[in-house]
């Protein structure tokens, strides 16, 4: 099977991914999960540079994700926007986790209740179509947000998912509590933008 096959079919990215094709999890680990972990433009390599966290280590748990409870993660996708952008919550929500297991002990980091309340969003949404829904487009305009400005968006998640101080995100980023204030106001307004655009 050649690789540009289920680079372009998703339905067929998922259906190879589900059988445990080696092809395709390689696919997903190197071409998708890793250059996300090294972008520049984010702060998820310098966060786990900074608390000695091999950055390969996001890609061990983005595959127990997405494999675990015989593939609930897979099954639930629905096509609305491309696979590989509806991974990026999934790749944060793997930081995440992995983050919270290196910095249980210190309080001014990623709390355990903190974390989990984020990836409880995504879990117990399976339950409520209504919110389901709600999950789903939000999901969808944060993946628009991610490819027009990924270090927004990952402000807006350290802000509002996280609900982490302007202080703390700073000190995590490398800029002060003025300028985080700043992108998370703006990624605010671009993600209204895309509400309004989708009501249209």
């Known amino acids: 099977m050649e690789t540009q096959d289920f680079r372009s079919d998703d339905r067929l990215l998922i259906s190879l ?3 445990y094709d080696e092809a395709a999890w390689n696919y997903i680990i190197t071409d ?6 090294l ?25 127990d994700i997405l494999q675990k409870n015989e593939f609930a ?10 696979f590989t952008s509806f991974l990026f919550w999934h790749i944060r929500d793997a930081a995440n986790r992995i983050l919270r297991k290196y910095c249980k002990k210190n309080e001014d980091m990623l709390s355990d209740t903190q974390v989990e309340n984020t990836l ?39 802000r509002q998912d996280l609900e982490l101080s302007s ?31 989708n009501e249209e």
Not at 73 to 82: A, E, H, M, T
Not at 132 to 154: S, T, Y
């Open 17 to 19: 991914l589900m059988n």
């Open 32 to 37: 998708v999960v890793k250059p996300v972990s």
């Open 39 to 63: 972008s520049e433009r984010l702060p998820i390599r310098r966060m786990f540079q900074r608390y000695g966290i091999p950055i390969d280590s996001i890609g061990g748990e983005v595959f």
């Open 73 to 82: 993660v897979l099954r639930s996708f629905r096509y609305d926007c491309k």
């Open 120 to 158: 409880k969003m995504s879990k117990d949404s399976s339950s409520d179509l209504t919110l389901q829904d709600e999950v789903a487009m939000r999901n969808q305009m944060l993946a628009k947000l991610w490819q027009k400005n990924p270090a927004q968006a990952f402000v807006l998640l350290l």
């Open 167 to 197: 202080k703390t995100v700073g000190i995590l980023l490398d800029k002060t509590p003025g300028n985080i204030d700043k992108m998370n106001q703006r990624a605010k307004e671009q993600m209204y933008e895309y509400l309004k655009e």
